[in-house]
């Protein structure tokens, strides 16, 4: 099994709610990771989690709240998020010990923002 | 990680080979070309990678010049579900989760 799934496929929140994106995968995989990828443009790391630790937070605005519950799921909670968040958000997963340069994705949350 | 330059888009007909290029004149020694793609509307897959031999999986082969400084993804008989956006990333080969660092690819087109 090489999938990584990501619930829901689409979501449409206003600038109030409180929304959480969900990603899983069952590979045995210990690094998982958020991209955020704008229309026409290439993904742009947001979290790295590497063994339910966080080791990689991009700077991210802190309305986007990640979260690693255990090693096969891989939150990401939003919350007063502005219009300009609307974008495709992938989550991926990797071995961290025998990484090499191989990232499995999922289909993506298409996020709208109104 | 070095940076990558490719081609905005190419086309590509039907059956024929899709010879991707990329330079990474700045690579270092211990990095790695990796390739990816993205279909539109999914996430990116993983295709190929090497250091500098050159490499053959069942979707396609990089051949990688002697002195590193660009590769070549092939697809030999590009099919229509194909036509998607390619990235060429070079990186560390990391022993922990680390970023992959997206270019702006190229877009393959593929005609029938």
């Known amino acids: 099994d090489t999938e990584v799934t990501q619930t829901p496929k689409h979501l449409v929140m206003g600038m109030t709610n409180k929304k959480s994106l969900k990603c899983e995968q069952h590979?045995?995989?210990?690094?998982m990771y958020w991209y955020k990828q704008k229309a026409k443009k290439p993904p742009e790391l947001m979290f790295v989690?590497?063994?339910?630790?966080?080791?990689i937070n991009e700077s991210v605005p802190s309305r986007f709240s990640p979260e690693c519950p255990n090693s096969s799921l891989l939150n990401l909670h939003l919350h007063a998020l502005q219009p300009e968040d609307s974008a495709l958000y992938l989550c991926?997963?990797?071995?961290?010990?025998?990484?090499?340069?191989?990232?499995?994705f999922g289909p993506g949350t298409r996020l709208l923002v109104l | 990680d070095a940076k990558t330059t490719q081609p905005t888009s190419m086309d590509c007909a039907e059956g024929r080979a899709a010879n991707l290029p990329c330079n990474h004149s700045?690579?270092?020694?211990?990095?790695?070309v990796y390739w990816y793609r993205q279909i539109h509307s999914q996430g990116p897959q993983y295709i190929i990678h090497?250091?500098?031999n050159n490499e053959t999986n069942e979707m396609a082969s990089l051949i990688i010049t002697e002195d590193r400084k660009s590769s070549t993804l092939i697809l030999p008989h590009a099919t229509l579900r194909d036509t998607a956006v390619y990235y060429c990333?070079?990186?560390?080969?990391?022993?922990?989760?680390?970023?992959?660092?997206f270019g702006e690819g190229t877009q393959l087109t593929v005609n029938p």
């Open positions: 991926a997963s990797s071995r961290p010990l025998a990484d090499r340069g191989t990232q499995y």
């Open positions: 590979m045995g995989h210990r690094a």
């Open positions: 989690y590497s063994y339910e630790k966080l080791s």
């Open positions: 700045t690579i270092s020694g211990n990095e790695y």
């Open positions: 090497g250091l500098k």
């Open positions: 990333i070079v990186r560390v080969r990391r022993t922990s989760g680390s970023r992959l660092t």
